[in-house]
T-cell receptor, first 113, second 112 residues
Framework: KAGVTQTPRYLIKTRGQQVTLSCSPISGHRSVSWYQQTPGQGLQFLFEYFSETQRNKGNFPGRFSGRQFSNSRSEMNVSTLELGDSALYLCASSGDPANTEAFFGQGTRLTVV | KQEVTQIPAALSVPEGENLVLNCSFT??????LQWFRQDPGKGLTSLLLIQSSQREQTSGRLNASLDKSSGRSTLYIAASQPGDSATYLC???????????FGKGTRLHILP
């Protein structure tokens, strides 16, 4: 059974650009959550999608957005990149976060220069 | 607002020792608590999931306990090995809102 797949693994962008990250959950999982991890702030919740609907959102500016497709794959978009957006972005999938185990992908390392 | 705290932030112990990592949370209204391991630059690997109605879970040399009323969980690692060196993260799933809130982790170094 394939795990959670995130693409790309590494990305370098310049300030002001926009970026799209992709997450393919474990087959059968309908919930996808996104997190930003930085050395100073640790893991911070971005948003969670379940059956194509955003159910929860963390405290991030509107430049951070996402969506989920009918096959449960999810994308995260960051517009007008800032240096502070440099981080490891992690995606987790689960059947439903309330009741089941969450499994994480390897992450996308985004560097903004 | 739910807050998750992990103590200590870093720990170095000689190989073979048993050790305990601590996690505390401020709001006992949780669905479950999950322990993860993260190697440098990598994603998170799930270690143990404890449902809110459970007191503990065991997997191999790992044992996690949960005391929901006091807002505490511990991860016990028996007979530590150098391969156990990693950052260990504790996360709670809120009962209302279904958010997963993480602690900042304990960075563990097992000395050969």
């Amino acid at each position: 059974k394939a795990g959670v797949t995130q693409t790309p693994r590494y990305l370098i962008k310049t300030r002001g650009q926009q970026v799209t990250l992709s997450c393919s959950p474990i087959s059968g999982h309908r919930s996808v959550s996104w997190y930003q991890q930085t050395p100073g702030q640790g893991l911070q919740f971005l948003f969670e999608y379940f059956s194509e609907t955003q159910r929860n959102k963390g405290n991030f500016p509107g430049r951070f957005s996402g969506r989920q497709f009918s096959n449960s794959r999810s994308e995260m978009n960051v517009s007008t990149l800032e240096l502070g957006d440099s981080a490891l972005y992690l995606c987790a999938s689960s059947g439903d976060p309330a009741n089941t185990e969450a499994f994480f992908g390897q992450g996308t390392r985004l560097t903004v220069v | 607002k739910q807050e998750v705290t992990q103590i200590p932030a870093a720990l170095s112990v000689p190989e073979g020792e048993n050790l305990v990592l601590n996690c505390s949370f401020t709001d006992s209204a949780i669905y479950n608590l999950q322990w993860f391991r993260q190697d440098p630059g990598k994603g998170l690997t799930s270690l143990l999931l404890i449902q809110s109605s459970q007191r503990e879970q065991t997997s191999g040399r790992l044992n996690a306990s949960l005391d929901k009323s006091s807002g505490r969980s511990t991860l016990y690692i028996a007979a530590s090995q150098p391969g156990d060196s990693a950052t260990y993260l504790c996360a709670v799933i809120e009962a209302f809102g279904d958010k997963i809130i993480f602690g900042k982790g304990t960075r563990l170094h097992i000395l050969p």
